[in-house]
């Protein structure tokens, strides 16, 4: 079964400076899509950004960018110049291209940006 | 706003009753999604719909069932309440029926409280 390791349960940045937010996976499938989705305190799920496990690129969103290591299963969330309205739990979530379409969470990790 | 709504946004109840949880998929969504999010099980998948019918199901337990209607709302039925279904209920939609790179968006959740 597939399985999302966030290692990181709290990081804290400052505001305008740079945090990375890790997360690994577990599968033996080649093919599948990543996501990281945001949660505030009012507790929606805000879908930050995608990637699609065949393409070699990097995706990226404004000052949201991820390290996409397929071999290593490695996917981690870069924050640029970080906001105040980016404190938030975040989730790596890990969902397969084929069969069961449920997406496995992460345990998250909580985000606070200092002023 | 990802324009998924869910009624109601807190619900409290007692141990033993049943509760109806309705969602609405944004619009020209045929897939919706229940999550439920709780402190000790983290954020899980319960169960999928696509037009009308069940396609996936992950860790749903045989208290709680699903129906999606063909105006596309679905209601997600819980019963026999104990106190460990007390959590967030997340309701998410995406346009087809998950096989594709495509986004799942959230709603804003039930907070279910039974006491």
């Known amino acids: 079964a597939q399985t999302v390791t966030q290692s990181q349960p709290e990081m804290s940045v400052q505001e305008a400076e740079t945090v990375t937010l890790s997360c690994t996976y577990d599968?033996?499938?080649?093919?599948?899509?990543l996501f990281w989705y945001k949660q505030p305190p009012s507790r929606q799920m805000i879908l930050v950004i995608r990637q699609e496990a065949y393409k070699q690129q990097n995706a990226t969103e404004n000052r949201f960018s991820v390290n996409f290591q397929k071999a290593a299963k490695s996917f981690s969330l870069k924050i640029s110049d970080s906001q105040l309205g980016d404190a938030a739990m975040y989730f790596c979530?890990?969902?397969?291209?084929?069969?069961?379409?449920?997406?496995?969470f992460g345990a998250g990790t909580r985000l606070t940006v200092k002023p | 706003d990802s324009g998924v709504t869910q009624t109601p946004k807190h619900l409290i109840t007692a141990t033993g009753q049943r509760v109806t949880l309705r969602c609405s998929p944004r619009?020209?969504?045929?897939?919706v999604y229940w999550y439920q999010q709780s402190l000790d099980q983290g954020l899980q998948f319960l169960i999928q719909y696509y037009n009308g019918e069940e396609r996936a199901k992950g860790n749903i337990l045989e208290r709680f069932s699903a129906q999606q209607f063909p105006d596309l709302h679905s209601e997600l039925n819980l019963s026999s309440l104990e106190l460990g279904d007390s959590a967030l209920y997340f309701c998410?939609?995406?346009?087809?029926?998950?096989?594709?790179?495509?986004?799942?968006?959230f709603g804003p959740g039930t907070r279910l409280l039974v006491l």
């Open positions: 979530a890990y969902r397969s291209a084929s069969g069961n379409n449920d997406m496995r």
């Open positions: 599968t033996s499938e080649s093919d599948y899509y």
């Open positions: 619009s020209g969504d045929l897939s």
């Open positions: 998410a939609s995406s346009v087809a029926e998950g096989h594709f790179p495509e986004t799942q968006y």
